[in-house]
Structure formats: C-alpha cells, structure tokens
C-alpha cells in the first residue's frame, strides 16, 4: 500500500514504550474531537472521542487528554506496540459550522521494535 | 461488524473525463460525509449530508464536482470534468446523527488522473 503521509511530523518510540501525539485545535466553537488511526492505503479508524464537558477519557491501552483553556488534545498509548504504527488524526466537531468534522494535519507514529 | 462501504477502490481516468463513486454508509445512520485527503495531508471535508439534504457543501468545487444521496441512505460524488489535480484518496463517512457522534470511514477510492 502507498504511504498515507510522507511529510508528516514523526514520532518514533520503542516498542513497549508509552506514546503521546498532541494535536492543537483553534475553533472555540468545538464540542467533540475524535482521534483517528490511519495505516497506508486504508481509510480512517475510530480510536476515541471525548465531548468538551470532560477532560479525559480512557480505552483499551488509550487515554485521550482534553484542555480547553489552550486549545490542545493529547492520545496517550500506553506500551506501544508495532502494531499502532500508523499516522494519528485528531479531528473536531464545530457546533457553529453546521457541526463540520474536521481534521487537523496528523502524525506518523513508528514503532522499533 | 457494520462497514461503510465504497466503490471502486482504485479508479485511473484521464483528465477531461467524467468519473464518480459510490458510498454505502452504515445502515441507519443519517449523516454521511465525502472527503478528499491529499498524499501527505489529512482529509478535507467536500460536503456533508442529513439523509438527503445537504448541510455543507462549501468546501466542494461546484464547478466540476457535485453529490446526491437521493433517498438519504447511498450517495454519490461526481467529478467532471477531472483535472490532474483531483488525484486523491476520497472517502465517505457516517455517523448516527449530525455532530457530536462518532464517524466511521469507509476504505476510499484512490483516484489518479493522467
């Protein structure tokens, strides 16, 4: 499959290490934000959503971090595996844009095994 | 597991020509969305459907592209005439309700135009 994203920032972590890809949002307006997981030649996947009443939330081996005051979300993995190599998506919900999804520009995450 | 799914996969067309493609969200899901993600980028919305009503197509090149979803379940995205600039992944995706839902993408038609 092609590569998704050939210049992207890249975060690379060994294996077994735990990971944070942070993602800046400029919209006030935003109530939801999703975080997206997407491998080469395939379309996104749902990681974790959180709405803007919280400020965090918890997976399976994923903790998203919400803080409205500046602007910023954060997808922590914990012991990261090869398998989560892949470019990372924050997307946001704009109440006051027709509720738009919209996504911000991603990150690769390679893992060393 | 309920897939949003998407024709073709793959879709060479040479500039000029007209090409479109096909998205079948997940069943009882009311909002559907086109994308298109440019190599090295992440996905920029085209237009967004409530079943059969467009809720924003401001982002989407009237000029050359144009979608329907006519009874609120598939939709299509046309492109015509298509420019070299059009290579790109596009994607569909669904969502329970308008906002604040999460959306599920299907697997995209990787477009080239040569």
């Known amino acids: 499959g092609e590569s998704v994203g050939l210049h992207l920032p890249t975060l690379s972590v060994q294996e077994g290490d735990n990971s944070i890809i942070n993602c800046a949002y400029s919209?006030?307006?935003?109530?939801?934000f999703i975080w997206y997981k997407q491998e080469s030649g395939k379309g996104p996947q749902f990681i974790i959503d959180?709405?803007?009443?919280?400020d965090k939330r918890q997976g399976q081996r994923v903790t998203v971090l919400l803080n409205k005051t500046v602007k910023h979300l954060s997808l922590q993995i914990a012991a990261t595996q090869p398998g989560d190599s892949a470019v990372y998506f924050c997307?946001?919900?704009?109440?006051?844009?027709?509720?738009?999804?919209?996504f911000g520009g991603g990150t690769r995450l390679m893992v060393k095994p | 597991e309920a897939e949003v799914a998407q024709s073709p996969r793959y879709k060479i067309t040479e500039k000029s020509q007209a090409v479109a493609f096909w998205c079948d969200p997940i069943?009882?899901?009311?909002?559907l969305y086109w994308y298109r993600q440019i190599l090295g980028q992440g996905p920029e919305l085209l237009v967004q459907?409530?079943?059969?009503?467009?809720?924003?197509d401001s982002q989407l090149p009237k000029d050359r592209f144009s979608a329907e979803r006519l009874k609120g379940v598939d939709s299509t995205l046309k492109i015509q005439p298509a420019e070299l600039g059009d290579s790109a992944m596009y994607l569909c995706?669904?969502?329970?309700?308008?906002?604040?839902?999460?959306?599920?993408f299907g697997q995209g038609t990787r477009l080239t135009v040569v």
């Open positions: 995706a669904s969502s329970l309700e308008l906002g604040r839902t999460e959306a599920f």
């Open positions: 919209n006030s307006a935003s109530d939801y």
């Open positions: 959180i709405r803007s009443n919280m």
């Open positions: 997307a946001e919900n704009i109440s006051n844009a027709g509720n738009m999804l919209t």
């Open positions: 069943s009882g899901h009311a909002t």
């Open positions: 459907f409530q079943d059969e009503s467009v809720v924003d």
